[in-house]
């Protein structure tokens, strides 16, 4: 099978979590004899291209909506996957009529119809663009009410075109059906992944304990992930802890006040390469704590602390819902509560054996996300997308 792929873009210095989990399946997929083109929309920082080219990747920086979009339509792939807006996916349908499209979604999206006043919580959370539903001006309001229309249609008029939809858990698809009523024959779910192989490597069988609580917080440093929800949580807690945090972004200055505060307490690591995050994970014993502040889609993250044997404490909605039975394999809060964060931190402080049962639960349930096994889902999905297709023509 040839397969291309298009994303906006990748980056496996500075990116996020699905950066990652797009470079692990296709290793897997390389694995089971899939050959692979890579389209950005943006330029590839060189780390990430010599990371694609150890794996046989081609990689090619195209504008989908200017002169150098040809690469993508002249090729003889068997299937194309776009990892992005469907704006991106639709445009490449309309010039491909006859070769199979899906996107893949891993994000919920602005579907909040919330036009309340400014500066309350989902206003903060919001992107610049979408922020125009709160403003309190008629013009503002009947502009959100155009752009809302705009992209509902787009979608629905994108969908019906497009051969699938494919999307990286049951609640993010769900919301999308709620929405959008898609047809069921075109929607599949197919989860990110990670190297378990690789962590499992990694992984030591004593880590350190330092006599203290070490709280672990591992994401981007943006307003929605909630690391300010985490420090209201710490504040209420009379154990000794400490805060480790690996991550980077515009909510930085929040850490270094409370940094400034806690001195001894709060250990800023910053952006750190995925390689040397997994031996820190691997130095001292943790608990994981994911502070999301919006519809976290999937959470691979948390995922990685499982992997690690890190017992997790995740919101109640949302992807981390459907990735963690409470107290099973994990601990879910009351999403946005940072009383209910410090409950259960000290519920697993005080309940070592619980806790250790949550460690080797969440570690077997990592297991379901390797690469290998993502990797042949997505084998086998394409193989019968690409089959339906041939036979509908």
Not at 60 to 79: E, L, M, W
Not at 172 to 185: A, G, P, R, T, V
Not at 347 to 354: E, F, G, I, M, T
């Amino acid at each position: 099978m040839k397969l291309s792929i298009i994303v906006p873009k990748l980056n496996l210095s500075t990116g996020g979590g699905s950066h990652y989990s797009l470079f692990y399946v296709c290793q897997g997929l390389k694995e089971l004899g899939t050959k692979i083109s890579i389209y950005s929309l943006n330029q590839i920082d060189q780390y990430s291209l010599e990371a694609l080219s150890v794996l046989g990747i081609d990689v090619a920086g195209v504008n989908i909506f200017g002169k150098s979009y040809r690469p993508i339509y002249d090729t003889n792939d068997d299937i194309i996957l776009v990892y992005g807006p469907m704006s991106i996916a639709y445009k490449i349908k309309q010039n491909l009529p006859h070769r199979p499209v899906i996107a893949y979604f891993n994000q919920l999206g602005s579907f909040c119809t919330d036009v309340s006043k400014q500066k309350n919580n989902c206003w903060n959370s919001c992107s610049h663009i979408d922020r125009i539903r709160h403003c309190t001006s008629l013009f503002r309001k009947i502009k959100y009410v155009l752009f809302g229309f705009r992209k509902f249609t787009e979608f629905k008029w994108g969908f019906q075109s497009l051969d699938a939809c494919i999307f990286d858990s049951p609640p993010l698809y769900e919301c999308y059906q709620n929405i959008y009523k898609l047809s069921q024959d075109k929607c599949f779910v197919i989860p990110e992944c990670i190297n378990f192989e690789e962590i499992n490597q990694c992984s030591s069988k004593e880590k350190r304990n330092d006599g203290i609580i070490n709280i672990l917080f591992v994401s981007s440093l943006a307003h929605y992930k909630g690391i300010d929800l985490l420090f209201s949580a710490l504040r209420s807690l009379s154990l000794d802890w400490r805060v480790w945090i690996f991550g980077d972004g515009p909510d930085r200055p929040k850490v270094e006040a409370f940094k400034n505060k806690f001195p001894n307490r709060v250990c800023f690591q910053g952006h750190v390469e995925n390689k040397v995050l997994l031996k820190e994970l691997n130095k001292r014993k943790y608990i994981y704590v994911h502070p999301c502040r919006w519809f976290e889609a999937f959470g691979r993250s948390i995922v990685e602390a499982m992997a690690n044997k890190i017992p997790v404490i995740v919101p109640d909605v949302g992807g981390p819902s459907w990735l963690i039975d409470h107290k099973v394999n994990g601990i879910q809060y009351r999403h946005r509560d940072p009383e209910d964060i410090a409950i259960w931190i000290k519920w697993l402080v005080n309940n070592p054996k619980d806790l250790n049962k949550i460690s080797i639960a969440g570690w077997e349930r990592a297991q379901d996300f390797s690469h290998k096994k993502i990797a042949a889902l997505w084998r086998k999905t394409l193989t019968n997308i690409v089959k339906k297709s041939f036979h509908n023509e």
